[in-house]
């Protein structure tokens, strides 16, 4: 139990679907991160937020988008998604922007 | 830009010794971090050292940093089965306030 939980644990979708991924943490961290782990590439940070505000974009495509409602809760809204989308999605939060991370432990993805 | 290496698969037996190897090429970095994945769950932080340290000694891990040679290691004593997982390097501060992860070595503990 790292103090992060992520739902669902496991999502597969048409590409015309819309879903959504939710990561809520207990931990008291201020910012919270969304990475994206495929098999075939390192760790990608996708998006970061600190207080609540995006401070980092990674150039993820527009058919991810993310939303932090407060400094526990980040959401990540999928749209039209592709096969190659397929892949874990980690969330993790932290207590400023540091490297200490605390991870929760995914959401894995497929895209039909 | 940043870049993070590592090897991709080390194979060891139970009770040995086990060293990870990883390199990094952004001289920069203020903070380099070790995490472990096992299946099917996220990442955990281990261990991490500051940048003007040489060695970090916690329990069975030792973390050194050689940062002239910009290589980091991570030697982990009397290896456990429980030990079999996803080790990621990775540096802070090159690159802003994130981390950069290197690609992931996976270790394999037999009995």
């Known amino acids: 139990e790292t103090g992060v939980t992520q739902t669902p644990r496991h999502l597969v979708m048409g590409m015309t679907n819309k879903k959504s991924l939710k990561c809520e943490q207990h931990l008291g961290h201020n910012a919270m991160y969304w990475y994206k782990q495929s098999a075939k590439k390192p760790l990608e940070l996708m998006f970061v937020y600190s207080l609540e505000e995006r401070v980092e974009n990674n150039s993820v495509p527009s058919r991810f988008s993310p939303e932090c409602p407060n400094s526990s809760h980040l959401f990540l809204h999928l749209h039209t998604l592709q096969p190659e989308d397929s892949a874990l999605y980690l969330c993790a939060s932290s207590r400023g922007l540091t490297g200490e991370l605390f991870f929760g432990e995914g959401s894995r993805l497929t895209v039909l | 830009g940043e870049d993070v290496e590592q090897s991709l698969f080390l194979s060891v037996r139970e009770g040995d010794s086990s060293v990870i190897n990883c390199t990094y090429t952004?001289?920069?970095?203020?903070?380099l971090y070790w995490y472990k994945q096992e299946p099917g769950a996220g990442l955990q932080l281990l261990t991490y050292i500051f940048s003007n340290m040489d060695m970090k000694q916690d329990q069975r891990l030792t973390v050194l940093l050689n940062k002239k040679d910009k290589h980091l290691s991570l030697r982990i004593a009397d290896t456990q089965t429980g030990d079999s997982a996803i080790y990621f390097c990775a540096e802070f501060g090159a690159a802003g306030n994130k981390l950069t992860f290197g690609g992931g070595t996976r270790v394999l503990v037999k009995p």
């Open positions: 952004d001289s920069s970095s203020t903070y």
